[in-house]
């Protein structure tokens, strides 16, 4: 993988400087499509903000199964391109038909996207598998490069403590490998609070043999309940010290917040130094603790 080369096999980052490194880095968004006009506006303000304060290299647009969100996924993405930022839609396979797919794809092929974030997804309540549903992400992989050849820039999933509904951690990283094989491009990772994680997760894929870039997820932390909530259904761990902490705060968001951006923030200077390709921020759709974020990785 590109600049991790350097980890050592006891996930411990390099200690090399960090000037000059953060201001080079790519940085990518994650939005979720608005449910009503004042969201898509809010929306719109905070994506110009982001636009204007980090020129991200894309923004990734967030896809419901079953229909629950497509439209409101192609209108973000149109959103997304009208300020002036390359878009890159999510699309998850699992109950859904490869026609179905095609036609998504097609549509945005004829815009001129030439990346996707290919997901397995979640089957919604009452909805069952036909004999000619894709159930794995490795299978919408596999789809879009027979139809597509290298046309789509494919970014799959990866998750540094091992997914919720995995057999076990050996289990996640060979399915991994496997969305690897199909032909992804690229990954990136659902959120983590240790980098120590996300170091080990690289050096076992390494020792695999394995080299795409994976891009390390960041969530920022301003609302304990919500992350509380967030964490449990995705798997990812809160850190006990970080658990209690928050807890002390109770209901003083500026508290929250500004423990939330020292956490966030020192983690980020780990990673960076350890090399990584890229950094992904999943904004929640708000733009005030990015961009804080993003001005220390500056300060670095």
């Known amino acids: 993988m590109t600049n991790n080369s350097n980890l050592t096999n006891d996930s411990t980052p390099s200690t090399q400087a960090l000037t000059g490194i953060a201001t080079q880095i790519p940085v990518s968004l994650e939005f979720f499509p608005p449910r009503d006009a004042a969201s898509k506006e809010r929306l719109k303000s905070n994506a110009q903000a982001l636009v204007q304060a980090?020129?991200?290299?894309?923004?990734?647009?967030t896809y419901g199964a079953g229909g629950s969100t497509r439209e409101g996924t192609a209108s973000t993405v149109?959103?997304?391109?009208?300020?002036?930022?390359?878009?890159?839609?999510?699309?998850?396979?699992?109950g859904s038909e490869a026609e179905e797919l095609i036609e998504i794809l097609d549509g945005y092929k004829?815009?001129?996207?030439?990346?996707?974030?290919?997901?397995?997804?979640?089957?919604?309540?009452?909805?069952?598998?036909?004999?000619?549903s894709l159930r794995y992400a490795s299978d919408l992989v596999a789809l879009i490069r027979k139809h597509y050849g290298d046309w789509f820039r494919i970014t799959v999933a990866a998750y540094p403590e091992?997914?919720?509904?995995?057999?076990?951690?050996?289990?996640?990283?060979?399915?991994?490998?496997?969305?690897?094989?199909?032909?992804?491009?690229?990954?990136?990772?659902?959120?983590?609070?240790?980098?120590?994680?996300?170091?080990?997760?690289?050096?076992r894929l390494q020792q695999k043999g394995i080299n795409i870039p994976v891009i390390p997820g960041i969530m920022p932390i301003t609302n304990y309940t919500q992350l509380a909530h967030f964490s449990q259904m995705c798997?990812?761990?809160?850190?006990?010290?970080?658990?209690?902490?928050?807890?002390?705060?109770?209901?003083?968001k500026q508290a929250i917040r500004e423990f939330g951006h020292e956490v966030i923030a020192n983690m980020l200077e780990r990673l960076l130094k350890g090399g990584v390709p890229s950094v992904h921020f999943y904004t929640l759709n708000y733009s005030e603790p990015v961009i804080d974020l993003w001005r220390h990785m500056q300060s670095l």
């Open 78 to 94: 149109d959103l997304v391109r009208s300020v002036g930022c390359a878009a890159v839609p999510h699309i998850s396979c699992i």
């Open 235 to 252: 798997g990812a761990e809160i850190p006990r010290w970080i658990r209690l902490r928050l807890q002390t705060f109770a209901n003083d």
């Open 110 to 132: 004829a815009k001129g996207i030439k990346r996707v974030v290919a997901l397995r997804g979640d089957l919604p309540s009452g909805m069952g598998f036909s004999d000619t």
């Open 162 to 203: 091992t997914h919720p509904q995995a057999e076990s951690p050996q289990h996640d990283l060979d399915y991994f490998i496997q969305k690897v094989q199909a032909g992804a491009s690229d990954a990136i990772t659902q959120y983590f609070f240790n980098a120590d994680a996300y170091f080990e997760f690289i050096n």
């Open 54 to 61: 980090l020129d991200p290299l894309c923004i990734s647009v």
